[in-house]
């Protein structure tokens, strides 16, 4: 096996990294910093296909898959939420990658020399049609000298667009990369860490708000903003940085619960009158606590928290509200339509779909079926009619996100 010397890189190639140090500071959530880190390093190389395995304790997490010959870049598509990982040993070519941190150079690995310990996996490849033959394996580590990720780029494309062995010189330059990338992609983690944390926090009150509720709840509605977001002319790597805003924000939207006692919260049974009231100002208690911010994040957080349980018909509530710096804040009038903020319309259904199709504490999960029949029956009353066709559109992706958040035991 080749590994790597330090290669110095060519000119157009530093100024093309430092442009893109520039553009990852600018983005904060993991999955927009992965996707980008990802583009870049596969323009360098002109890689067919790639993806960022994430170290999550003894593992390497499948966490952005990119394939221009299976699926676009920049479309929605379900094998984001591929439930896959390997482990950190020396068998796969990404877990020898991360064990002895050390950058792989394979021209094909279906005819690797039989002295390596590690096999390619053809699974992926057998499922679905691809052929993969030459492999760049990076770690990246982070500033405590420890791999916090793999990057595999697979299929260097030479001029007839044929896969060819990747050029050694361009592993430096994806090397520099792959090394300033760890640091974002550490950063984009705190940042997630932190909102899991908060999150945690809530649901130590209610055991509904699981974190896999969470999770889905922020990709459903992620990807559901992803949807309408293609009809409206936003370049990709805007819609890419706003989605992961929506998905880090819809998180948040039941924070607010934090304030409701946990005889109401963790009631077995139905809530009488005066318990739903009290239970509705989990929204006001939500805005309140993202009041003083003005960060992008934390204003999108507030409106969600704030509007997620306002109809399209302008039935719910907490209607418009007179002034959240106010905790004792009072509904003022009814909110409907287009005046209810985009990300809250989108996080309404998706938080009511997981709800239903969800065990609480007060009922029995739906069936699949149940589910989508109150959604379209309630589309342009309940929900926003763009929000449910979005949403019924992409069920394929809907399922996958099911699929790789589930809950535990
Ligand atoms: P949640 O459990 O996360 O539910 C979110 C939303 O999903 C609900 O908002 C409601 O719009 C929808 N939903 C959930 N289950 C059903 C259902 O069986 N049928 C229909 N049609 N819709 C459903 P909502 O009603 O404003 O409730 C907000 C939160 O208040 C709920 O969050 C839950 O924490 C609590 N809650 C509501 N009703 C009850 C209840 O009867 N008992 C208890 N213990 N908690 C309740
Ligand atoms: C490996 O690095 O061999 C595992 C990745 C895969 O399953 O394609
Ligand atoms: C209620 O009116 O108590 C809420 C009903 C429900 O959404 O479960
Ligand atoms: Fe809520
Ligand atoms: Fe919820």
């Known amino acids: 096996m080749k590994t790597v010397p330090g290669v110095s890189c060519v000119h157009e190639g530093i100024s093309h990294v430092l442009a893109v140090f520039l553009k990852l500071r600018e983005l904060r959530g993991t999955d927009a910093i992965l996707d980008r880190i990802l583009l870049e390093a596969r323009k360098i190389c002109r890689a067919e296909a790639g993806s960022i395995l994430l170290v999550k304790e003894d593992r390497l997490v499948f966490s952005i898959v990119h394939n221009d010959f299976l699926f676009s870049a920049d479309g929605i598509n379900k094998h984001l939420y591929l439930n896959a990982s390997v482990p950190i040993d020396d068998f796969s070519i990404a877990g020898f990658t991360a064990k002895h941190?050390?950058?792989?150079?394979?021209?094909?690995?279906?005819?690797?020399p039989r002295s390596y310990p590690f096999k390619f996996n053809p699974a992926f490849d057998k499922q679905s049609g691809y052929h993969t033959r030459s492999v760049l394996s990076l770690p990246l580590i982070n500033f405590q000298g420890r791999v916090c990720a793999v990057i595999q780029l697979i299929n260097s494309l030479g001029q007839d667009n044929k896969a060819v062995p990747f050029p050694e010189d361009s592993v430096a330059c994806v090397s520099l990369l792959a090394n300033h990338a760890s640091a974002c992609i550490e950063n984009g983690m705190a940042t997630s860490e932190l909102i899991l944390r908060t999150i945690r926090m809530s649901e130590l009150r209610d055991p509904a708000e699981t974190g896999p509720h969470v999770q889905r709840v922020g990709a459903y509605s992620a990807e559901i903003y992803h949807r309408m977001a293609q009809e409206s002319g936003l370049d990709a790597s805007e819609i890419k940085r706003r989605k992961d805003l929506v998905r880090m924000a819809a998180m948040l939207h039941d924070v607010g619960k934090v304030g409701i006692s946990d005889v109401i919260l963790k009631k077995p049974g139905k809530l009488t009158e005066g318990e739903y009231e009290t239970m509705k100002r989990h929204t006001?208690?939500?805005?309140?606590?993202?009041?003083?911010?003005?960060?992008?994040?934390?204003?999108?957080?507030?409106?969600?928290?704030?509007?997620?349980?306002?109809?399209?018909?302008?039935?719910?509530?907490?209607?418009?509200?007179?002034?959240?710096?106010?905790?004792d804040a009072m509904t003022v009038g009814t909110m409907a339509g287009g005046d209810i903020p985009q990300p809250a319309r989108i996080v309404a259904l998706a938080d009511v779909f997981d709800a239903l199709i969800s065990k609480r504490a007060y009922k029995e999960p739906w069936t699949m079926g149940m589910a989508l029949d109150v959604i379209r029956k309630e589309s342009g009353q309940q929900f926003d009619p763009e929000v449910v066709s979005a949403f019924l559109s992409i069920l394929d992706v809907i399922e996958a996100i099911r699929g790789k958040y589930q809950e535990a035991g």
């Open 101 to 112: 941190s050390e950058t792989l150079l394979l021209d094909d690995v279906y005819a690797l």
């Open 284 to 327: 006001l208690y939500g805005a309140h606590l993202f009041r003083n911010s003005a960060s992008e994040l934390d204003v999108m957080a507030r409106e969600i928290a704030l509007n997620h349980h306002q109809r399209f018909d302008g039935k719910g509530y907490p209607g418009r509200v007179s002034n959240i710096e106010d905790v």
